[in-house]
């Protein structure tokens, strides 16, 4: 039986990218965001691709909503054998910028969101023993950056939430996993729709992935949900280790380039705002997987195709090994 998958956020990014990977193992995939144009050329998508496809409009940080996601997607595919939380909104400003109302809907869908998720998929899996959840997370759940306190907030949440999820799962020795994939920056459309106070159109942090990394990332994390987390791209690891080794340091660096590293001349601003309201209503609207910085974005992260195969990893590991032991040779 192919697996029935429920993606929130699957209407673009990294969301739409998993889906499509998806399609391609021909699973029943549930489609969820608010956006009902991009969720319908989502669904095109999946068809065309061997999937076979479920739309649902719903807000994630409505519980009762995500509780009717479920309830359509076991009544129409079965058992709801892996869910994955993927959707979010924020704002690019600084936090005294920020609405105390705005704050509280990054809040809400960003990591209550997660919540409502998980809490529903739980519900299934656990009288069933059996299921994976996967948070797609951020290297910013452990190192934050200026301009984003309402999604590093909301992400460093995540973190802990699952975290302390992840044991009590372990203490009950459930089958029923829950795993993180730590995201690089991505070029998604979420920076055309993002509602943003600064000065210029908001940008990822180079280096910069396409979705289809992220997406590889997903779905190997939910074909091997024991472990706790998985890093995403050489950028993630690296942002991660640096803040663990020296975090002031970092601090210090973040302060001088963090701001003017997200802003970009390159792309006028585009009026759009999704935070309370999608953009991509109608057809016409959608945006696909790709934001606008496929120039800049790399299709392939060296980090990630090690870990989802270690054997290539340990190959070269030992060649390089054996090139030192050879040049040591030589020249003793």
Not at 58 to 83: L, S, T
Not at 230 to 250: D, E, F, K, M, Q
Request: proline share 6%.
């Amino acid at each position: 039986m192919p697996p029935t998958v429920v993606i929130t956020g699957a209407s673009a990014g990294i969301g739409r990218a998993t889906a499509r990977r998806y399609a391609r193992r021909g699973a029943d995939i549930v489609l969820v965001a608010r956006g009902e144009g991009g969720l319908e050329a989502a669904a095109d998508e999946v068809a065309a691709l061997g999937g076979r496809p479920l739309v649902r409009a719903a807000d994630v940080a409505d519980p009762a909503q995500v509780e009717a996601v479920a309830e359509a997607a076991e009544k129409e595919f079965g058992p709801i054998d892996v869910w994955i939380n993927c959707a979010f909104s924020t704002v690019f400003a600084p936090f005294e910028e920020i609405t105390a109302e705005e704050f509280k809907r990054v809040t809400e869908v960003t990591y209550l969101g997660f919540v409502n998720g998980t809490r529903t998929a739980l519900k299934r899996m656990l009288p069933r023993d059996r299921g994976t959840i996967v948070q797609v997370g951020s290297a910013l759940a452990e190192r934050s950056i200026p301009l984003q306190s309402a999604y590093c907030g909301a992400k460093h949440a995540i973190n802990g939430f699952t975290s302390s999820l992840r044991t009590e799962l372990l203490h009950r020795g459930s089958n029923v996993h829950i795993t993180v994939a730590q995201m690089p920056a991505v070029n998604t459309p979420q920076f055309q729709w993002v509602r943003s106070r600064l000065a210029r159109h908001p940008m990822p942090v180079p280096p910069i992935y396409q979705p289809e990394v992220a997406a590889r990332g997903v779905v190997y994390a939910a074909d091997h949900p024991r472990r706790k987390q998985y890093y995403v791209g050489a950028t993630t690891v690296a942002t991660i280790w640096a803040n663990r080794l020296a975090p002031a340091l970092l601090d210090r660096y973040l302060a001088r380039t963090g701001f003017d590293s997200q802003q970009t001349d390159r792309i006028p601003p585009t009026g759009l705002d999704n935070l309370f309201e999608p953009v991509d209503q109608r057809l016409a609207d959608d945006q696909g997987a790709h934001g606008a910085f496929d120039d800049s974005a790399h299709s392939r992260s060296w980090q990630e195709t090690l870990v989802r195969h270690p054997a290539t990893a340990l190959g070269a590991g030992a060649a390089v090994l054996g090139a030192v032991r050879g040049i040591r040779r030589l020249t003793s």
